[in-house]
């Protein structure tokens, strides 16, 4: 049984809580790199939403609102990268909240060149330190992910250089003006499910 769910069973008609959470690293000095693009899509969602801004709690900057008459809760983990399941212990208190429902987890992809979208239910890592953390954390790697390709890591570099390092302007370019097809494969997710979001936005 995921997280939550037995908590869920006295609730009703109410609208299940959606929480999306976004991977990077804090600090004015990782702004700008491929590991914080998760960062980038909360941002660029938050802002065109209506949402408000971020405010700390604990362990996560959070910002939320509505998206189809749901409660959608934006998650930026406040820890570096590989402790970004630390973020999450808070979901345990969302009744009715089961991970592979009702969360998402945005993250750059170094394996995917750059403009490439991967939806996902579930899966492995992928190497990459943030999802391992998060599902650590969970104690399941069932739940949705949405990959965000930040282009390959050419042949001999140090993987973790490469994603700590800012984007040619030409491949930040391709990514900002994805943003708001980013931020509509989110409002999908949340509104109608994985599959649907898949079928749509994957490429």
Do not use: C
Not at 148 to 176: I, K, N, Q, R, Y
């Amino acid at each position: 049984m995921t997280p939550g769910a037995e908590a869920g069973s006295g609730v009703s008609n109410a609208p299940r809580t959606r929480v999306v959470v976004g991977l990077g690293n804090p600090g004015p000095r990782y702004d700008d790199t491929r590991h914080n693009v998760g960062w980038w899509v909360l941002d660029r969602f938050a802002h065109d939403r209506g949402f408000g801004s971020f405010e700390r709690r604990g362990k996560r900057l959070q910002a939320a609102g509505e998206v189809g008459g749901r409660t959608i809760v934006l998650v930026k983990p406040r820890t570096y990268m590989n402790r970004s399941g630390l973020a999450l212990a808070a979901l345990w208190k969302l009744d009715g909240f089961e991970t592979a429902r009702d969360l998402l987890v945005v993250t750059d992809d170094a394996n995917l060149d750059v403009g490439r979208v991967r939806f996902r239910p579930g899966g492995g890592t992928g190497g990459h330190n943030g999802l391992r953390s998060v599902t650590e954390a969970l104690g399941t790697p069932d739940y949705a992910r949405l990959r965000v390709g930040v282009g390959v890591a050419p042949a001999g570099a140090d993987l973790s250089d490469w994603v700590l390092s800012a984007m040619p302007a030409e491949d930040e370019d391709v990514v900002v003006e994805m943003l708001p097809e980013l931020g509509e494969a989110v409002a999908v997710w949340a509104e109608v499910g994985v599959d649907a979001a898949m079928n749509r936005f994957n490429r």
